[in-house]
């Protein structure tokens, strides 16, 4: 057996697959999605009095359409709730001017205060002194209880704001809040432990590499 160079042992264990980009595709445009704008302009129309200045013929009214249909589809803004809650944050910022899509998609956004929960620092605040205001922050704090053990404060709070946030989502949506909580894998990199930890699985690489040429060497001497 020929033993191959430590240099090409350690490049294979180093070595990560190649993961592939998949690129997300636009959902088609429904009939209800274009009703659903188009009544939401009317709306839009009867708050902002002076939106002829944005669309000041028919032509750029159904291109505006288009338009609006397709940004509140692609940032998923499709829901009673969230449109209801757009329009509540429209007639109480006030103005006379339509607003951008980017504004409005902006105000349809679930947050915490919006459905008088805490904000996330002050989540954040319950979740260490473990005091709990909501079941939505408690629930948010179990999901993630592993984490906070082991990262950093500033990792930590992205990882439950995700979580939150999620839950938040269900409580407007009137879903299960116990339902399990999808959160994303923390990297290597944000993962915090011990020195001896680390010392310790240094020296099982070590010791594992050991026995891997030593039963190299034993098959090439046959």
């Known amino acids: 057996m020929t033993m191959k160079p430590l240099s090409a042992v350690l490049h294979e264990i180093a070595t990560v ?20 704008v188009a009544t939401l302009f009317e709306q839009l129309k009867a708050v902002f ?35 209801q809650l757009g329009m509540r944050m429209a007639r109480s910022h006030g103005g006379d ?10 105000w349809c956004e679930v947050t915490p205060e919006s459905l008088g929960l805490p904000t996330l620092d002050s989540a954040l605040v319950e979740v260490r002194t473990r005091r709990y205001t909501h079941s939505a922050v408690e629930l948010a704090a179990k999901a993630t209880s592993w984490e906070r053990q082991t990262l950093s404060a500033d990792a930590y709070r992205a990882v439950f704001d995700q979580a939150y946030a999620q839950l938040v989502r269900r409580m407007m949506a009137g879903e299960d809040l116990n339902a399990e909580v999808m959160k994303g894998l923390p990297t290597r990199a944000q993962i915090k432990h011990s020195p001896e930890f680390y010392q310790q699985t240094g020296q099982r690489a070590v010791a594992n590499l050991k026995k891997l040429f030593k039963r190299g060497g034993e098959h090439g001497g046959q």
């Open 17 to 36: 697959p190649t993961v592939e980009t998949i690129t997300q595709q636009q959902r088609p445009l429904t009939d209800r999605d274009s009703k659903m």
């Open 97 to 106: 001017f339509f607003p951008s899509t980017s504004k409005f998609i902006k």
């Open 49 to 83: 009095p002076a939106w002829k200045q944005a669309f000041p013929t028919d032509d750029h009214q159904r291109r505006a359409l288009a338009e609006w249909t397709r940004a509140l589809v692609d940032a998923g803004c499709t829901s009673r709730e969230q449109l």
